[in-house]
């Protein structure tokens, strides 16, 4: 898509970098955001955070005459607010429109799309024999995983966009990777498993249950229940946790549970992207048994840590998005609901599926390719893996 022509403005707009702007954010300070993409773009997907302050307001609206009372209603006359597009190029010209009449209007850089490209590490505090290592993609929640025993490195649920990203943070930690592990099938990001095995030389792993949905390459390690994938000098016990879809799978590092999208902290599956609407009570069904028949069975101090969050989600001590399985049991009363209880709240209040969701499972599956550029732009958006919107 190509951008509009706008008026040549002549001010110079500061920017603000997306990791300056999540600094901010952390710190919890008060910020106002103008989005000038339009208002279905906004509802769907922002930068979300408890101090932020929202104006939504097309940037087409800025283009004739001068700025009226309406255009400027509910920015802050005197102190700094940031303008913010899909892009960068239409919020740029808003901000100097606004730095003309005296307005102290910075703008994102790269907008929504340098915002998507933020990504953040940090080590789990965690009594495994090696390093657990969680990646925190701000804008769609995605998490992954990077787990070093020994001299040996594994990447879990890799996102394709930051495939140099792992290779640069194992060789840190004087590693070289050896599997790149999906838990499941995704619907909400194109992974990165074959890009990164392709680059390192490492084996792809998936469950057999998950390569059964029709899975177009070849994978090198097709791993079932109980099955154990040994890195340096650990051990990875896999566990079978279908319910999100058939074979979804989690792993056991030491007390962590790498449960995918079977079980977040705020939240569980949604029980309908692969089974359809037709086959979500099953598979709701499918997902309390796995619940409760393979996860709550586990120590509380278990860490799970699951592969999406949700933006108001808050960290544990060690300032990953992890929590103990006794604080879920705690504190989600999904968990403690009889079976029927649970299917009904599970179809009661699902979100709206994932954008692109039918072509992503497509690319993931192999069955469709596309380049880096088109992979970037089809998994821009919320998430939406969990069965109510606080995922």
Request: hydrophobic share 40%; aromatic share 8%; glycine share 8%.
């Amino acid at each position: 898509m190509s951008l509009p022509d706008l008026p040549d403005l002549d001010v110079d707009v500061p920017e603000i970098t997306a990791e300056t702007l999540k600094s901010r954010l952390d710190d919890g300070e008060e910020l106002m955001l103008l989005d000038t993409r339009p208002p279905a773009k906004h509802e769907e997907w922002r930068i979300d955070a408890d101090s932020v302050t929202y104006v939504n307001r097309p940037y087409d609206n800025y283009l004739d005459g001068e700025l009226t009372d309406e255009l400027v209603a509910g920015l802050p006359d005197d102190e700094e607010f940031v303008v913010f597009c899909a892009k960068g190029h239409t919020s740029e010209f808003v901000a100097g429109k606004l730095r003309l009449a005296g307005y102290d209007a910075v703008a994102l850089e790269d907008g929504m799309e340098g915002w998507a490209r933020l990504y953040e590490y940090t080590e789990l505090d965690t009594n495994f024999d090696g390093i657990v290592g969680q990646y925190y993609r701000p804008s769609s929640g995605c998490l992954a995983y990077l787990i070093v025993s020994d001299d040996e490195a594994a990447v879990v649920d890799p996102l394709r966009a930051f495939t140099d990203r792992y290779v640069t943070d194992a060789a840190e930690y004087g590693a070289s990777i050896e599997y790149v592990i999906d838990t499941h099938v995704h619907a909400d990001h194109i992974s990165g498993l074959r890009e990164l095995a392709a680059e390192t030389g490492a084996k792809t792993v998936l469950s057999a249950t998950a390569a059964d949905r029709g899975v177009e390459y070849v994978v090198d390690v097709l791993v079932e229940d109980g099955d154990t994938i040994t890195l340096g000098v650990a051990d990875i016990k896999v566990i079978h946790t279908p319910g999100h879809t058939s074979g979804m799978t989690s792993l056991l590092v030491g007390d962590v549970l790498l449960t995918g999208d079977g079980l977040f902290t705020d939240s569980v599956a949604r029980p309908d992207l692969e089974a359809g609407s037709e086959g979500a009570t099953d598979a709701a069904r499918t997902l309390y048994e796995t619940i409760h028949e393979r996860i709550l069975p586990l120590s509380d101090g278990t860490r799970i840590a699951p592969a999406h969050t949700a933006s108001a989600t808050a960290t544990s001590v060690d300032g990953t998005y992890t929590a103990s399985l006794g604080e879920l049991t705690a504190h989600m009363e999904a968990l403690r609901y009889d079976r029927d209880s649970f299917v009904e709240y599970v179809l009661a209040d699902m979100p709206p599926r994932p954008a692109n969701y039918e072509e992503i499972i497509e690319t993931n599956l192999g069955q469709t390719d596309v380049n880096d550029e088109e992979a970037f732009t089809l998994e821009l958006g919320p998430n939406n893996c969990a069965a109510e919107s606080t995922i």
